[in-house]
């Protein structure tokens, strides 16, 4: 759908109503084929920010908020400094109610965008609300501080507004749905439909009545009718949901900020998503695969690995027990008894970097240092080949003297902690691990023998040279499958790689049946991987989670 660059942004006002709630679902419904996007009740953004597509249309009846979004397309910078002087010098509420009162018509565009961000920043939880006269009406929010700018968000914005040539109306939105055509997405946030007569949906002097609900039905049945496709959210009341009759509907459960009482805030209000196309097979499994990804694949077993710790602390359970007769009341105390134990033991000492949560392995060659002067230091302790000057120094520079001196705590038992401590660093490794103790199970259960880390080379004699092995080799019904599986709960570098990886795999294995399992709540929370995930899945039928894998096998079988 997008091929242009992404730029990091976020709507640079607070709005009521925004739609950040409900873009991992929208993200899910929007077609692959969208060309551009219409926006006729833009507000904070959030929906044409999400997907960035050039030459997209924005408009809003709310002539302070275009304003805004204009003077941050062509004067970013001039705005930055006038918002800061009034976020940093000006900011009370007397400089509110004075801003607040201003004729908006005696302003200029730039301080009256400026005017626009610091009420909507510093008032009464984002409102944007005006009285029949159309005078701005919205109470000081009690804020001793407010922020109402980030300079990078600014700037980034106005480069993405010109760089993707988004054009920008203050204009009635039967006149803005006008410019649709076919490949373009209307994307429509009215004013909502009320729930009760205390409903808060009126931003303007305007209101949005029900005729008016009526007349952008109407319009919207004429678009589809040209084949245009549309979304529509508003409340889900029967009134809207009798309108909209002929279309899909999504009912959804948001939470809404305008309450002062924050327990009022959970689950305020069922709205609705609304559409007229249908989606075809590839997203309503593309859809699937993001809805069933799970959070997490931990069993509780999987924070300690106790077998490995038991191991390594039977291992050296001697030389810890040596240690305790470092047990000092003083430094000159403590060296006298490092005297002592070097004469006894100089072997022991060789577990002394383990006290400071340092695993010494060949490979590191000794533990290498700067020393008080700051001069290179390297003592080889696999290989005993230390000093007992080196012991002392070791053990005063690197702190371990505090286990020593004036410590009642049994030297093994700290130690054993260490271990539970350095244990973690080996966490995210056994993340991949357990996916692939989830895949055995399914396979097993399935009925299905498996390879672990067979090679493609193995398998086809002469036909690729490729000599990476996969996670799983099985073959079922005269087909051959190679598997490779992984679980995401963070972002990073790593995704984005493997999804580059997975890509050239499925060119270089020129048919060969390859698979993919991946899971976890990256992919599930995080819109930005959801995107970079269906550029593969729209390459490949065998991207699955778990679930997903499973489902696919029991219907092969």
Request: hydrophobic share 35%; with cysteine; glycine share 4%.
């Amino acid at each position: 759908m997008n091929k242009w660059k992404k730029y990091n942004i976020t709507p640079f006002v607070k709005w009521v109503g925004g739609k950040r709630q409900l873009l991992h679902k929208l993200n899910l419904i929007v077609p692959s084929d969208v060309n551009r996007i219409i926006e006729p009740f833009v507000g904070g953004g959030s929906f044409f920010i999400n997907f960035q597509l050039k030459n997209s249309i924005i408009s809003d009846t709310n002539r302070e908020l275009i304003t805004s979004y204009l003077v941050i397309k062509n004067n970013p910078q001039k705005l930055i400094k006038l918002l800061d002087e009034y976020q940093n010098n000006l900011h009370s509420k007397d400089f509110y109610l004075k801003l607040r009162t201003l004729n908006v018509d005696d302003l200029d565009d730039l301080h009256l965008a400026a005017r626009f961000i610091y009420l909507n920043k510093a008032g009464f939880n984002g409102i944007y609300r005006v009285n029949s006269k159309g005078e701005f009406n919205v109470p000081y929010g009690k804020k001793d501080e407010v922020n109402l700018y980030n300079e990078e968000n600014i700037m980034n914005f106005s480069k993405f507004l010109n760089e993707f040539d988004i054009e920008i109306y203050n204009k009635d939105y039967r006149e803005i749905i006008k410019k649709a055509k076919k490949g373009d997405l209307v994307f429509l946030d009215p004013p909502y439909d009320k729930i009760n007569k205390n409903s808060f949906v009126s931003y303007n002097k305007d209101s949005f009545e029900r005729s008016e609900q009526i007349n952008l039905a109407n319009e919207l049945k004429k678009l589809d009718k040209k084949g245009i496709k549309f979304i529509l959210t508003n409340h889900s009341t029967d009134f809207i949901m009798n309108e909209y009759e002929a279309f899909d509907k999504i009912k959804v459960i948001v939470n809404r900020f305008v309450s002062p009482d924050s327990t009022k805030r959970v689950n305020a209000a069922e709205e609705v998503i609304i559409k007229n196309f249908k989606m075809d097979d590839m997203d309503e499994r593309f859809k699937e695969l993001i809805n069933t990804m799970k959070e997490t694949n931990r069993s509780i077993d999987y924070f300690v690995d106790w077998y490995k710790i038991n191991n390594y602390a039977n291992d050296v359970r001697a030389d810890m027990n040596d240690f305790n007769l470092l047990k000092s009341i003083s430094q000159k105390d403590l060296n006298k008894n490092i005297e002592m134990l070097f004469k006894r033991n100089k072997k022991c000492f060789a577990s002394l970097p383990l006290l400071i949560a340092k695993r010494i392995t060949q490979k590191d060659k000794g533990l290498s240092f700067l020393d008080l002067n700051g001069a290179l230091k390297k003592i080889d302790f696999l290989n005993f080949e230390y000093s007992l000057e080196d012991i002392k120094q070791f053990i005063l520079e690197s702190g371990a003297y505090n286990l020593f001196i004036n410590n009642l705590t049994n030297i093994s038992d700290c130690y054993y902690g260490i271990e539970i401590g350095m244990d973690t660093n080996a966490r995210k490794n056994r993340s991949g691990i357990s996916n692939e103790g989830f895949v055995s199970k399914i396979l097993e259960k399935n009925n299905i023998k498996f390879e672990k880390q067979k090679s493609v080379k193995n398998v086809y004699k002469n036909d690729l040279n490729m000599i990476k092995k996969f996670d799983f080799y099985f073959n079922l019904n005269g087909e051959e499958y190679f598997v490779e599986t992984n679980f995401f709960s963070t972002g990073g570098s790593k995704p984005d790689a493997m999804i580059g990886e997975y890509k050239n795999l499925l060119s270089e294995l020129d048919g060969k049946n390859f698979i993919l399992i991946t899971d976890g709540s990256l992919w599930k929370n995080n819109l930005s991987y959801q995107r970079t995930l269906k550029t593969l899945f729209d390459k490949s039928e065998r991207v699955f989670n778990l679930y997903t894998f499973e489902k696919w096998l029991q219907n092969k079988n």
